[in-house]
């Protein structure tokens, strides 16, 4: 059994006070555990999505990932919400599970319980702790941006309440010419909801899209290093990991992952390792029968020859999108912190 232990940020000041919202598959689980081993991070709150399995499981797993992690869920510990089931147009939501596994967890056939959650929903718990504590929280959005949509009707100014939002979703500038892009799920599963959320007023909004977080890849010999860890955290994000690469070996034929929501999270906490980004208005465009967030400029830098509407007649807000990270030192932190074992790769 793992030992629960202390989870305030260290009293330098300056640690994060983090709201999750997820849709808990592989990835998130691993950020989750990452932002757990951070001594310098709080995770004030998670919030459930659909997207890589459905609310319900994305709910049980959260409160599986936690307990490894060594905190607890509900009274006394984390506050969970139950959010949005599917896209806030109504349309049917799509699962990831040829990604995920049914379970969103890699179905690795652990305990997965029910988790004691809060009344407020997932929406209404983001405007909550915005409005109850301004300035005080960020947000890390790990999943399609239902949430966050359905908060913003409730409260238009609700991302100017955050310290700062991130996102895992979009895909940075047009590409160059005849470069294919890795498909932006988070966005494509709700359009809408991404559209609402660039075009909302906010205190500062980092895009951490696929453009970045197909370069941070954790390789065989990592996830080797996470079998021999030391502590349940390392040997759990190891078997996830084994689930993850069943996926990705069929699109680079050999066993690696990106770590996508590791990523995001940690250039929230550590926002020193983008090494390169541009600040702009970002657009929703479709990519046949999906969609896109885009930085409105070209690989090259130049200007679009349109502007995709994100508020009727008027220009989207600038947000910060990561062109370039330092892949190295965000590797080097993430794996020493689930591994536990202290050692530098």
Same mark, same amino acid.
């Given at each position: 059994m793992t030992t629960p232990r202390d989870h305030t940020p260290d009293s330098s000041g300056s640690g994060r006070s983090v709201v999750v919202d997820t849709d808990t598959g592989i990835d998130d689980a691993l950020a989750l555990l990452w932002l757990a081993g951070r001594r310098d991070v709080e995770i004030a709150a998670v919030t459930a999505v659909y997207g890589n399995c459905t609310v319900q499981d994305a709910t049980r797993n959260i409160g599986a990932v936690l307990s490894v992690a060594g905190l607890t869920v509900g009274e006394g510990g984390i506050p969970v919400s139950v959010g949005a089931a599917g896209p806030i147009d109504g349309r049917p939501a799509h699962f990831a599970t040829y990604v995920h596994g049914h379970d969103g967890l890699g179905d690795l056939g652990g305990e997965r319980p029910d988790v004691p959650v809060e009344d407020r929903s997932a929406a209404e718990q983001l405007v909550h702790l915005a409005n109850t504590d301004p300035g005080r929280?960020?947000?890390l959005v790990l999943g399609p941006m239902t949430n966050i949509a359905a908060a913003?009707?409730?409260?238009?100014?609700?991302?100017?309440?955050?310290?700062?939002t991130v996102v895992? =979703? /979009?895909? /940075?500038?047009?590409?160059?010419? /005849?470069?294919?892009?890795?498909?932006?799920?988070?966005?494509?599963?709700?359009a809408a909801a991404a559209r609402a959320v660039f075009a909302a007023p906010r205190?500062?909004?980092?895009?951490? =899209?696929?453009?970045? =977080?197909? /370069?941070a890849i954790v390789d065989?010999?990592?996830?080797?290093?996470?079998?021999d860890s030391p502590t349940e955290v390392g040997r759990f994000s190891a078997a996830l990991l084994e689930s993850y690469m069943d996926f990705y070996q069929q699109v680079w034929g050999r066993r690696v992952s990106p770590a996508w929501d590791g990523l995001a999270a940690a250039?929230?906490?550590?926002?020193?390792?983008?090494?390169?980004?541009?600040?702009?208005p970002v657009g929703l465009v479709p990519d046949g029968e999906r969609w896109r967030a885009h930085l409105l400029r070209t690989a090259e830098g130049g200007p679009v020859p349109f502007e995709p509407a994100t508020r009727p007649g008027r220009p989207a807000p600038s947000t910060r999108v990561a062109l370039a990270v330092d892949v190295e030192a965000f590797l080097d932190d993430f794996l020493t912190t689930l591994a536990g074992d202290g050692a530098r790769p």
């Open positions: 929280h960020d947000l913003l009707e409730r409260d238009p100014d609700l991302l100017t309440k955050f310290r700062s895992m =979703g /979009g895909s /940075g500038p047009f590409p160059a010419l /005849g470069v294919a892009q890795i498909v932006d799920a988070n966005i494509a599963n709700d205190t500062q909004l980092v895009m951490v =899209g696929v453009n970045v =977080g197909a /370069g065989e010999a990592a996830v080797r290093r996470l079998h250039l929230l906490v550590e926002p020193r390792w983008i090494s390169d980004f541009e600040d702009g």
